[in-house]
């Protein structure tokens, strides 16, 4: 991506190109602490979960909304958060968002009862939102397009998919020693510590002149929420059921509107011209099935472990510690060689890993070994990760000026938060199908295995414009460390 001449004199006059190596290097520290905790504030609560229903004396359907909330929130706020970035200014929202998520996760760790908790957990998914856009943009505003960028997104991605698992482990440790009020105290220590960096380390960036498109902003967001909303209560109780049904049928009418309103607006919050770069569908479609195959996993192993082996809560956590410690050093290898001209390759390769790694999972039964039947599908899995998050992220900013960068990082992150959500809602309801609980975690596995096949299939389809592949990606640079 070449940007053109008045966004080379914007950013310049932002002194955005004048950034010392070393400012940059602690930049990229300070953002990927940002995704960390957006992530991890996903991961550790689920060793909580026990002990907030025991202390608030709440049912597990009650429960399952303190994960609810944030992941319609967070996925309908996202396109708008991505566009506040661009228009607004990326630091600006940026440290609106760490801030949001901070407050609230005070909130949190202070609520009297499940519905302070809920609405707090709400307030976390906007703040995510606002934050998560701003952090990718301010990456590629940073660091210039070519081998540098690469090695950045590729620490910064690989941060993100350890905090996942480092999160599971945390949260478990926290809860057990501390309590599970802990856990959103330590999200507040965190974002705080970002929030006073901000403004040494960041870029100030550029606005623009241009509107926000509120009513866009409400139909997307409304339209993702429902179908959040929707996806999860389908799996809770039923998708025949009329408020399934509902959610469901508002969603798609939303969405329908939105993309009606966006095709006839001069300026609109998500510019359907972005899909007409086949490296961002790409990227699109692999953060989609890419997510549903992690958290697929890590929807079902915690369950076969602990109900089917014995494992305690924290025991099962600790099992998928090589999965963080994986994907950091596969995606920093990955990182040193990613150009362009590899994105295709190696979004493939990730997805038919990731495939591989889970199906693996199928050969499990009650008399299972860790080291045997687990860790190799889990390993496989894990590289896969590493391999492709770099090249799925980078890959999204492919072809597309600065001032879209916001909204292209929004796109790139409710991929996967739809995924996530979606992918683990459909994989849940083909588990059961089946006679056993152990027999319905096969069925998702090998879905699992199918859906990265058939998505790895369409990369492969699809035409990659010829400047991605220039000679001048090649060229060597030192790798980013942290």
Not at 38 to 49: E, Q, R, T, W, Y
Not at 356 to 363: C, E, K, Q, S, Y
């Amino acid at each position: 991506m070449t940007l053109d001449q008045a966004e080379r004199t914007a950013v310049a006059a932002t002194g955005d190109t004048e950034m010392s190596e070393r400012r940059r290097r602690w930049a990229l520290v300070l953002l990927a602490a940002a995704l960390a905790l957006d992530v991890s504030g996903v991961a550790v609560i689920n060793s909580a979960l026990p002990s907030i229903g025991d202390e608030f004396n709440v049912s597990e359907s009650s429960l399952q909304w303190t994960m609810t909330a944030y992941a319609t929130a967070f996925a309908g706020c996202l396109l708008l958060g991505g566009r506040c970035a661009d228009v607004l200014g990326r630091r600006k929202i940026f440290a609106m968002g760490i801030a949001l998520f901070a407050l609230a996760s005070l909130g949190a760790a202070l609520a009297p009862n499940l519905a302070v908790l809920i609405v707090a957990r709400a307030v976390q998914g906007v703040g995510a939102a606002l934050s998560g856009p701003a952090s990718l943009a301010l990456l590629s505003q940073i660091f210039p397009e070519g081998p540098a960028r690469n090695k950045a997104v590729a620490v910064y991605s690989a941060t993100g998919a350890a905090s996942f698992s480092g999160g599971l482990v945390i949260g478990g440790v926290l809860t057990d020693f501390i309590g599970w009020r802990s856990v959103f105290a330590l999200s507040v220590v965190i974002g705080a510590v970002v929030l006073c960096a901000v403004r040494a380390l960041l870029p100030a960036g550029q606005r623009l002149r241009q509107p926000l498109d509120l009513p866009g902003a409400v139909l997307v967001t409304a339209g993702l929420g429902l179908i959040v909303y929707g996806v999860t209560r389908g799996s809770d109780i039923g998708w025949t059921a009329t408020e399934t049904v509902l959610a469901l049928a508002l969603a798609v009418v939303c969405l329908i509107a939105f993309v009606v309103r966006e095709k006839r607006h001069s300026d609109p919050l998500l510019p359907l011209n972005i899909f007409g770069s086949s490296p961002v569908r790409a990227a699109t479609l692999t953060a989609a099935v890419y997510y549903t195959g992690v958290l697929g996993l890590l929807f079902f192993a915690p369950l076969y472990m602990q109900g089917t082996l014995g494992y305690s809560p924290l025991e099962s956590s600790v099992a998928v510690v090589p999965m963080g410690v994986i994907v950091a050093i596969s995606a920093q290898i990955t990182g040193r060689f990613m150009t362009p001209a590899r994105y295709k390759a190696l979004m493939v390769a990730s997805l038919l890993l990731i495939g591989v790694g889970d199906a693996l999972w199928a050969r499990t039964d009650a008399g299972s070994s860790y080291w045997t039947d687990m860790l190799p599908g889990l390993i496989l899995m894990s590289i896969g990760q590493g391999v492709g998050i770099g090249a799925m992220t980078t890959a999204t900013l492919s072809g597309l000026p600065q001032h879209q960068h916001g909204v292209a990082g929004a796109v790139q992150v409710t991929a996967q938060q739809l995924g996530s959500s979606i992918g683990v809602a459909v994989l849940v309801a083909v588990a059961a199908g089946a006679s056993s609980q152990l027999a319905g975690a096969h069925a998702a596995y090998l879905t699992i295995g199918a859906l990265c096949v058939v998505a790895a299939l369409a990369v492969v389809l699809m035409r990659f414009p010829r400047e991605n592949t220039s000679a001048a990606a090649d060229t060597a640079a030192e790798p980013v460390t942290t």
